[in-house]
């Protein structure tokens, strides 16, 4: 028995707050203006009237539909904000990047490089580390007495660079993630779910 | 300072404490959206757009500090009601900790401050 959909004025309102919120995925979208409609329906039942002056003290409580908009697309301050799949992704495709030499890798790269859960300086290295341990495949192979002649050494340098590098990377990265890097509020950059100091 | 700094100030202290206020509001019971939203349009000092809480119940939502379910009601049609998960108390002890030293810590500057402008008047 809803009667924003009769109004006039509340047509007008949702209308706007709907255009407002266009650039927001719509499955958000339209959980809040389903509850932006039923507090509008629960508000004038409170108010036992709907007439324009109810109506439109009402919208003026709940404030423009830019503002409602707006705070839908801000993401939050964040204390506590719960990371996780960036840096999840990141360290998956890092640990399972022999699978695809080379593309697993610069992909894992990229991901690692868009998180802003490691400091720079832990990314880069990360990165070395893993770049190193890749040099460790063709030495060992090398110094390995009787190897019957190792194969071109760029193909090592590829099935290290792709099998042992990415995993080196990431258990460093994670381990840095869950022992944490410590934020000037005194909290730790530390994965979803862990409470910090 | 002037009249839309002290607002815009405001505003970035509220941005930064009504989710936690909302947490708060569900620690002891589950709570509909018009609720929580006439409980905090009440408290003095928390003024704000009642339409705000929607997209930031959305967000604690999708951060899963809250769940929500569906409730019929006597009143009308059904009604969404949150809940905490287990990571909102987490999340709600933890700030409520931080926040208890940050107030205190505020507070303990702003009165000396105040105390040096009763020695000079």
């Known amino acids: ?47 036992g009237a709907s007439d324009e002056v109810t109506v ?28 996780g799949k960036l840096e999840l992704a990141a360290l998956v495709v890092l640990a399972l990047s022999g699978i695809l ?14 998180s802003d859960a490691w400091s720079a300086r832990e990314k880069v290295v990360g990165l070395m580390l893993g770049l190193v341990a890749t040099l460790s495949v063709p030495l060992i192979v090398i110094l390995t007495p009787g190897s019957g002649g190792p194969g071109p050494l760029e193909l090592l340098v590829l099935l290290g660079w ?12 994670a381990y840095r993630l869950r022992h944490g890097t410590p934020t000037p509020d005194g909290g730790t950059l530390a994965g979803a779910g862990t409470s910090s100091a | 300072m002037e009249q839309g700094d002290a607002r815009n100030t405001l505003t970035q202290l509220r941005r930064g404490a009504v989710e936690y206020c909302v947490l708060a509001l569900l620690r002891d019971e589950e709570r509909y959206g018009f609720e929580l939203v006439r409980t905090l349009s009440q408290t003095d ?6 339409g705000t809480i929607y997209p930031l119940l959305s967000r604690l939502r999708r951060e899963s500090l809250v769940d929500t379910y569906w ?44 105390d040096h402008e009763h020695l000079a008047r």
Do not use: C
């Not at chain 1, 439109?56 to 990371?83: D, F, H, K, M």
């Not at chain 1, 030499?101 to 868009?114: C, E, F, K, R, T």
């Not at chain 1, 792709?162 to 990265?173: D, R």
């Not at chain 2, 000092?45 to 009642?50: F, I, K, N, P, R």
């Open chain 2, 45 to 50: 000092g928390l003024v704000m757009s009642e």
């Open chain 2, 71 to 114: 409730r019929e009601s006597d009143a009308g049609p059904p009604r969404r009601y949150y809940r905490l998960t287990d990571a909102g108390r987490v999340a709600l002890a933890d700030f409520t900790a931080k926040w208890s030293r940050f107030r205190d810590a505020v507070d303990a500057l702003l009165v000396q401050e105040d």
């Open chain 1, 56 to 83: 439109r003290n009402v919208l003026q409580r709940l404030g423009p539909p830019e503002e409602i908009a707006s705070a839908a697309s801000t993401p939050g301050p964040g204390l506590l904000r719960s990371r």
């Open chain 1, 162 to 173: 792709g099998v042992v590098s990415g995993p080196v990377s990431a258990a460093y990265l």
């Open chain 1, 1 to 47: 028995m809803s009667t924003s959909h009769a109004d006039p004025i509340i047509s007008a309102y949702l209308s706007r707050l709907e255009a407002a919120m266009a650039t927001s995925p719509p499955g958000r979208r339209n959980e809040i203006i389903s509850e932006i409609r039923a507090h509008i329906d629960e508000a004038l039942r409170e108010a």
């Open chain 1, 101 to 114: 030499p080379i593309v697993g890798w610069a992909v894992g790269v990229v991901l690692v490089l868009a």
